[in-house]
């Protein structure tokens, strides 16, 4: 992959940079608690909205998630201050990009499991994604394991990333969390 790695030349996070992770951040850390609740409840008329609701937030974060990396490889990102230790700058950057791979591999994940199960796939209620895959009832099955894999493994390190961003936000008060905040 193109490099991504926090040294790419940028003097700052452009608003369109910093408006697409904060949509990200408010939508998966919305999905995740959904898609645990809708697959552990009865089917009822609330259950199904929050499926169809999963799924279409879901297909928007893989569109949003396409165009975030396509502009961060263009654009790249600011580079670290030189006091930041190495391991820090190298923890970081590889948990971003783990991050920016499983924005795109958990929703085709999902995508992929629904539409062999139950296709077509529609974006909220209406629009039927006019493509899907075929598959039997185990590969379904691995497929929406694999979802849950990619979205547990995504949540653990948005814990991890947000402990992160805090520390250096209010405990060495460095900048870090302020480039990515608007304005
Ligand atoms: C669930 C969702 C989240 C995802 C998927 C996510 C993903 C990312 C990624 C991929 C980057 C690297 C940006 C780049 O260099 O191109 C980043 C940066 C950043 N994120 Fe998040 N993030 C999430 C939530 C949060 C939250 C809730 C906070 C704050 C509490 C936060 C704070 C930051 C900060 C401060 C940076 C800039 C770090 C730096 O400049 O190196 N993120 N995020
Ligand atoms: C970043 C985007 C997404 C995240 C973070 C996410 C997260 C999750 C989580 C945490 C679960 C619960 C897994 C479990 O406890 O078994 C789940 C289940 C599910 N997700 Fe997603 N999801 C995303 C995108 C999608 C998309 C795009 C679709 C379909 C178009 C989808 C369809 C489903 C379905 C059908 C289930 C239920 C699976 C089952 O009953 O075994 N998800 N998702």
């Known amino acids: 992959m193109t490099n ?19 949509l990200h951040a408010a939508l998966i850390l ?30 928007t974060v893989f569109v949003l998630a396409v165009i975030r990396v ?4 263009a654009r790249g990102a600011p ?11 190298m923890a970081a950057n590889a ?3 783990l991050l920016y791979a499983l924005i795109v591999v958990t929703p085709i994940l999902g995508f992929v499991g ?10 909220f209620w209406t629009v039927p994604v006019p493509f899907g895959f075929d598959g039997s009832e185990a590969t379904t099955k691995l497929v929406f394991t694999l979802h849950k894999t990619a979205a547990i493994t995504m949540a653990v390190l948005v814990i991890g990333h ?3 961003a805090l520390f250096h936000g209010f405990v060495r008060r460095d900048g870090i969390l302020r480039r990515m905040l608007p304005g």
């Open 79 to 89: 580079a670290y201050a030189d006091e930041l230790p190495a391991v820090q700058r």
């Open 162 to 164: 947000i402990g992160a």
């Open 70 to 73: 396509a502009y961060r490889v």
């Open 4 to 22: 991504v790695s926090a040294s790419t030349a940028a003097a700052e996070y452009s608003t369109a940079q910093k408006w697409l992770h904060w």
């Open 95 to 97: 948990v971003h990009h």
């Open 30 to 59: 919305t999905l995740i608690p959904v898609g645990i609740i809708m697959s552990n409840s009865d089917p009822s008329p609330t259950v199904n909205a929050m499926y169809e609701l999963h799924k279409s937030f879901g297909m």
């Open 114 to 123: 629904t539409s062999m199960c139950c296709k077509p796939v529609n974006l």
